[in-house]
């Protein structure tokens, strides 16, 4: 696993994301992962998971679907730093994916195949979720054979008890973080209020989040 590609891409003396170093080895029990929600020159789903010491990356440009008939297409990127999954804020336009980044999910998973490797390889990696809004068991499936950088891939839930037909995209629009939506995101941290709204389901981003008594 490497972070060449990551880190060629971006100039770290403009840009708020970690420069990340790649770690030999999974020291961590357990496996993160994390999705955070990106309103680039499109709005997107990075879906990451971390193993042998980087995120794993694809993009979802409809973000993950609880329906287990829903297939979501997601197209792999550069592997990410582990740093990167505590990154929310913005990426300043004229950088590599200049735009708002929210933590939208984020929690641990772990392989329900013997093999990671060879199920990456084969195109085929089934595993389960646990974190804020996606659980249970799910699947990145591979859409052909050999494996190009471009390849397409597909974002799969399995039946089980937390499928459902629920957007939640829509219906969970904020950060696990901040529990902020993109346009508040973007304006804490000096970014392009009217383009992060764009991402920001129109019916929740007029709803103000509701204090606790």
């Given amino acids: 696993m490497s972070l060449t590609k990551y880190q060629d891409k971006r100039d770290f003396k403009r840009t708020p994301e970690p420069k990340g170093a790649a770690h030999p080895k999974n020291s961590a029990k357990e496996l993160s992962f994390v999705v955070q929600k990106h309103q680039a020159s499109h709005l997107h ?8 010491g ?28 582990l740093e990167y999954g505590g990154f929310e ?18 929690g641990v998973w772990s392989p329900e195949v013997p093999d990671v490797d060879e199920a ?5 990696l089934k595993f389960s979720l646990y974190g804020a809004k996606l659980r249970g068991s799910w699947a990145l499936v591979r859409t052909a054979i050999g494996g190009s950088p471009r390849t397409k891939w597909l974002l799969v839930k399995h039946r089980d008890g937390y499928a459902s037909t629920e957007d939640i995209t829509v219906e969970k629009p904020r950060s696990v973080v901040s529990k902020q939506l993109l346009a508040d995101i973007a304006k804490a941290n000096g970014g392009d209020t009217v383009k992060a709204a764009k991402g920001d389901p129109l019916a929740k981003a007029r709803t103000p989040l509701r204090r606790r008594a």
């Fill in 54 to 81: 980087v995120l794993l990356s694809w993009a979802v440009p409809k973000g993950p679907s609880l329906d287990p008939s829903v297939k979501r297409l997601a197209m792999p990127v550069e592997d990410h730093p």
């Fill in 45 to 52: 789903y990075d879906f990451r998971l971390e193993w042998k």
């Fill in 120 to 124: 990456l390889r084969t195109g085929q």
């Fill in 89 to 106: 804020g913005v990426i300043p336009e004229g950088q590599y994916g200049g735009g708002t980044v929210m933590v939208w999910d984020r």
